[in-house]
């Protein structure tokens, strides 16, 4: 094994270790000079635009230099060695553009360039310079070599300082998010208010896989709750005493991913992490997440040792994963990972019956958390927000009642108080008025005969997506014949267009 080879082994092992970035520059340099000769070498990081001198050696190196920057945009040659990832031997004038204002090296000299690079991401660049004999393929080439192991050596720092710094981050974004979603109240009793079916099927099946180590895959429209059921899922679970993070993949520049996601996964070692919105995903982050699940490990770039992480993944989306999987929008596998267990949570539209227990709950944690009100609802502004369509689910809601509260100090909320469209849904109506229907049987609210028989064909209507004839129609669920159900519709006046 020649010298140099053997230097650059030691170098690359040095370089897994993010805490050796200043030993493996000063290596780099050290160990270059041995083998291509140059009067001044210069390792830059790139910010932004912006080159700046991390480490310098050789005859010409001053105090000065190692503090100094320059604009990538002023440096055609540099952009293109980076752009391209080749490594160039130069001759040109705008090279020494490197060193305005610090050096005044001669137009035209000799100059390598080397890019510094991760994946497509642009890192910095390591240059070499003299005044005379230009440099031969051997020589650039092998100043590609230490830029590779330069490379590693930063990227792998840079990922290092973004655990750092993010690990603190994310510890305290766990107690904000835990206390935002629960207000100090455990999930699950926030989510068992009201008697909805769907609700009740969708926290028994919360309930089920909670023990398990199962990765959940949580369903539904955009503020039905989704983040809270994640929540509940992990305080039912063993890992309650561990961190529940969340990363947004929707909010989440494609760029970003990785290292988010990276992250994350560091930060929740022993808890669980909930991806939202993980149809946003870029499809390289998705094969990377798919990487993770399958081996239950990280692999740092530049490290020969895996990190093996235990995190319990929980998705939501409110996308249909399986039309963008057909699309190729979304991988297949990734898929089958993450809905192992589905849960779908309904939207507010399908739980109308729940909306006055909802609000009442809605208000109590307005009062305890700011010390203002009480608040109490009228009946009918209970019947106005039974009627809305909800297209923003729950967190709508909870906008609204904020709203409410802030135009009502204490004391009644009326429907005029509450700032809800003046258009509402016919099919939110009728689910309101038939759960009215139902509690009849108690003596309560009784209708007069002609108007429960329009709503419950209404609801029949609803519930059949205005179906009339043949299996799962109207008629077969009335148990009635088409023909006396459309003499009824025609009596009260009702056209299929209205549901």
């Keep these: 094994m020649d010298n140099h080879t053997h230097q650059l082994q030691r170098l690359a092992e040095l370089a897994s270790h993010p805490g050796a970035l200043d030993a493996v520059f000063e290596g780099t340099l050290h160990s270059l000079c041995s083998h291509i000769p140059f009067e001044l070498a210069a390792l830059y990081e790139l910010n932004g635009d912006t080159l700046r001198v991390r480490a310098a050696s050789g005859s010409l190196a001053s105090q000065s230099l190692k503090k100094h920057e320059v604009s990538l945009s002023r440096l055609p040659a540099v952009g293109a060695a980076l752009k391209e990832h080749r490594v160039v031997a130069v001759n040109d004038p705008s090279s020494a553009g490197l060193y305005d204002g610090v050096l005044a090296l001669p ?126 899922i992990h305080e039912l679970s063993p890992r309650s005493n561990k961190p529940f993070l969340k990363l947004n993949c929707a909010a989440t520049p494609e760029a970003r991913q990785h290292s988010e996601l990276f992250s994350r996964f560091i930060a929740a070692d022993g808890g669980t992490l909930l991806l939202e919105d993980i149809a946003d995903l870029s499809l390289a982050t998705q094969a990377e997440l798919v990487a993770i699940l399958e ?57 109308t019956n729940d909306i006055g227990l909802l609000a009442e709950a809605i208000l109590a944690g307005f009062r305890l958390r700011t010390g203002r009100g009480p608040w109490s609802l009228a009946a009918n502004a209970v019947t106005a927000m039974q009627a809305c369509a909800w297209p923003g689910n729950v967190r709508q809601l909870v906008n609204v009642l904020e709203r409410a509260t802030i135009v009502v100090s204490t004391g009644l909320i009326g429907p005029e108080d509450l700032g809800l469209p003046q258009t509402s849904d016919p099919a939110a109506a009728v689910r309101a008025m038939s759960s009215r229907i139902q509690q009849s049987a108690n003596g309560t609210d009784i209708l007069p005969w002609r108007d429960a028989e329009r709503r419950h064909l209404m609801a029949a209507l609803h519930a059949t997506g205005g179906k009339i004839y043949g299996n ?28």
Excluded at 185 to 210: C, F, K, N, W
Excluded at 307 to 324: F, G, K, M, P
Excluded at 475 to 499: C, F, N, Y
């Design 107 to 232: 137009a035209g000299h000799p100059c390598i360039i080397v890019p510094l690079f991760v994946g497509d991401r642009p890192l910095g660049i390591l240059a070499l310079d003299r005044s005379a004999d230009n440099y031969d393929e051997a020589a650039t080439a092998l100043a590609g070599l230490y830029g590779q192991v330069v490379s590693i050596a930063l990227a792998y720092a840079q990922q290092a300082e973004l655990l750092s710094t993010a690990h603190g981050q994310l510890q305290q974004h766990n107690a904000l998010l835990s206390q935002e979603l629960s207000g100090g109240v455990p999930a699950i009793d926030q989510l068992t208010v009201g008697t909805s079916t769907a609700m009740i099927e969708a926290i028994r099946l919360a309930q089920q896989v909670a023990p398990s180590d199962a990765p959940v895959l949580v369903r539904g429209e955009t503020g039905t709750g989704k983040e809270l059921f994640a929540q509940a």
């Design 295 to 351: 081996q239950g490990q990280l692999s740092p770039i530049g490290s020969d040792s895996p990190l093996r992480v235990n995190v319990r993944v929980i998705a939501s989306t409110h996308s249909n994963l399986q039309e963008a999987v057909q699309s190729g929008r979304f991988r297949e596998d990734l898929y089958l990972r993450i809905a192992v267990f589905p849960i779908p949570v309904p939207a507010l539209t399908e739980r």
């Design 472 to 499: 799962d129609g109207a008629a077969q669920l009335l148990d009635l014949k088409p023909t006396t159900l459309q003499s009824k519709l025609k009596k009260h006046g009702i056209d299929r267009s209205m549901v």
